[in-house]
Nanobody, 127 residues
Framework: QVQLVESGGGLVQAGGSLRLSCAAS????????MGWFRQAPGKEREFVAA????????DYADSVKGRFTISRDNAKNTVILQMNSLKPEDTAVYYC????????????????????WGQGTQVTVSS
C-alpha cells in the first residue's frame, strides 16, 4: 500500500506564502507523476498543479500560474508546492495525489488519472 502525507498547511494573510510538502511511503512506485488538487467548501475538487516523474514537465491551473510552483525530490520521495501571493480564494483543503497506472513522463491535469490520495491539509488565507 502507498501512503501520501501532506504537511505545511495553515493560516496566512493575503499576499503571504506557504510551502506544502507531500511525503510518499509504502511500496515502491514506478516513476509516478504527482499532482496537487484542492477543494474549497461547497465546491468540487479541482486541479492545482502537476509534475512528471523527472520534474521536467509541469502544469498549472490558470488561477495559480505565476504564483505557485511545484517541484519534487525523488531521493526523498517528496513533492513540494510553493504558494506565493496567496489570495482568500486559495482557501481550501489541498490534496497530494499520485498516478500509478499511466506513464510518469507527463504532468497530468485529469483528476481521474490519479489513484493515490493523501488526507489533505487545510490552507486558509485571510483578507
Amino acid at each position: 500500500q502507498v501512503q501520501l502525507v501532506e504537511s505545511g498547511g495553515g493560516l496566512v494573510q493575503a499576499g503571504g506564502s506557504l510551502r506544502l510538502s507531500c511525503a510518499a511511503s509504502g511500496r515502491a512506485f514506478t516513476r509516478p507523476a504527482m499532482g496537487w488538487f484542492r477543494q474549497a467548501p461547497g465546491k468540487e475538487r479541482e486541479f492545482v498543479a502537476a509534475i512528471s516523474w523527472s520534474g521536467g514537465r509541469t502544469d498549472y491551473a490558470d488561477s495559480v500560474k505565476g504564483r505557485f510552483t511545484i517541484s519534487r525530490d525523488n531521493a526523498k520521495n517528496t513533492v513540494i508546492l510553493q504558494m506565493n501571493s496567496l489570495k482568500p480564494e486559495d482557501t481550501a483543503v489541498y490534496y497530494c495525489a499520485a498516478v500509478s497506472k499511466y506513464i510518469g513522463s507527463y504532468a497530468y491535469t485529469d483528476m481521474g488519472k490519479y489513484d493515490y490520495w493523501g488526507q489533505g491539509t487545510q490552507v486558509t488565507v485571510s483578507s
